[in-house]
């Protein structure tokens, strides 16, 4: 199992940033990919973004984040990063950590099979 920490939520203005980390531990071998997914009351969790963690460090966005967000893995601190630039209302949501095994398909929410606590990112018009 892989214990996974998020931290870095927070109350900010339309247009500015935001840094998510999220801190693995446990049986980090198993990560083989770290990803971020969010949620709004009411709402299915959706993904957001994930890094596979090794062989090339392949990166996948969800479209309405994609030019905006930055996901990058530090492996040797087994920590993943969300940049959020140019943040909108919209992108108000819980945002989780979440690893998943190798997969072909790593945008699939089921295929995660260990999740963070969540970190609140609220963001005002």
């Known amino acids: 199992q892989v214990q996974l920490v998020e931290s870095g939520g927070g109350l900010v203005q339309a247009g500015g940033s935001l840094r998510l980390s999220c801190v693995a531990s446990g049986r980090t071998f198993s990560a083989y990919y770290i990803g971020w997914f969010r949620q709004v009351p009411g709402k299915e969790r959706e993904f957001v973004s994930t890094i596979r963690r090794g062989d090339g460090g392949g990166t996948y966005y969800t479209e309405s984040v994609q030019g905006r967000f930055t996901i990058s893995s530090d492996n040797a601190k087994n920590t993943v990063y969300l940049q959020m630039n140019s943040l909108k209302p919209e992108d108000t949501a819980v945002y989780y950590c979440?690893?998943?095994?190798?997969?072909?398909?790593?945008?699939?929410?089921?295929?995660?099979?260990?999740w963070g606590q969540g970190t609140q990112v609220t963001v005002s018009s």
């Open positions: 979440a690893a998943a095994p190798k997969s072909l398909r790593p945008t699939m929410k089921s295929l995660y099979n260990s």
